[in-house]
T-cell receptor, first 115, second 114 residues
Framework: DQQVKQNSPSLSVQEGRISILNCDYT??????FLWYKKYPAEGPTFLIS?????DKNEDGRFTVFLNKSAKHLSLHIVPSQPGDSAVYFC??????????????FGQGTILTVHP | DTEVTQTPKHLVMGMTNKKSLKCEQH?????MYWYKQKAKKPPELMFV???????INESVPSRFSPECPNSSLLNLHLHALQPEDSALYLC?????????????FGDGTRLSIL
């Protein structure tokens, strides 16, 4: 049972435009959500996170939105740059219950930003 | 540059060999993790150490044996592995387990079992 889902395996965007990556979750105990970027031959790099007490968190070109009622979050990158081309993973954890202390990852979305 | 250092970067071993993967962090983090990642799949949690004690074992086969000698080091001892154990093994650390703070990953060890 996939508790964190990224339904788009890939996304292609023109340089300078907005990239929107989506993520859905099913476990209502999740209360902390993260986005990681991964280049080939490297480990995942932490990008941005959001706690369930917020609905938006912004860091430079990256903004994460959380819709708890829909169990949905999204990552907006604006403006997109060719160096943003990578695999993006959504992840979630819980501060109690069986998911305490664990990160559950989505399947990833391959973002390609064209010059 | 990653602040979590993993060695070796690549490892090829036979099914009867014994080898170890090493992970080191100097961020003062008290939680450390091992993940396994197969091609085109997300990382899957294997073990969690909190204050040098094993707190989570995700039903990992005993041919994988973790060890946390001190707060900066995490080892994964390998013995009698199977070809399906070939994968990228990632180490991560965070200030504490269960807190709303991100885990930071190393670049992994690419393991191939012959």
């Amino acid at each position: 049972d996939q508790q964190v889902k990224q339904n788009s395996p890939s996304l292609s965007v023109q340089e300078g435009r907005i990239s929107i990556l989506n993520c859905d979750y099913t476990n209502s105990m999740f209360d902390y959500f993260l986005w990681y970027k991964k280049y080939p031959a490297e480990g995942p790099t932490f990008l941005i996170s959001i706690s369930s007490i917020k609905d938006k968190n912004e860091d430079g070109r990256f903004t994460v939105f959380l819709n708890k009622s829909a169990k949905h979050l999204s990552l907006h990158i604006v403006p997109s740059q060719p160096g943003d081309s990578a695999v993006y993973f959504c992840a979630a954890s819980a501060s109690s219950g069986t998911s305490y202390g664990k990160l559950t990852f989505g399947q990833g979305t391959i973002l390609t930003v064209h010059p | 540059d990653t602040e979590v250092t993993q060695t070796p970067k690549h490892l090829v071993m036979g099914m009867t060999n014994k080898k170890s993967l090493k992970c080191e962090q100097h961020m003062g983090h008290r939680a450390m993790y091992w993940y396994k990642q197969k091609a085109k799949k997300p990382p899957e949690l294997m073990f969690v150490y909190s204050y040098e004690k094993l707190s989570i074992n995700e039903s990992v086969p005993s041919r994988f044996s973790p060890e946390c000698p001190n707060s900066s080091l995490l080892n994964l001892h390998l013995h009698a592995l199977q070809p399906e154990d070939s994968a990228l093994y990632l180490c991560a650390s965070s200030p504490l387990t269960g807190s709303n703070q991100p885990q930071h990953f190393g670049d992994g060890t690419r393991l191939s079992i012959l």
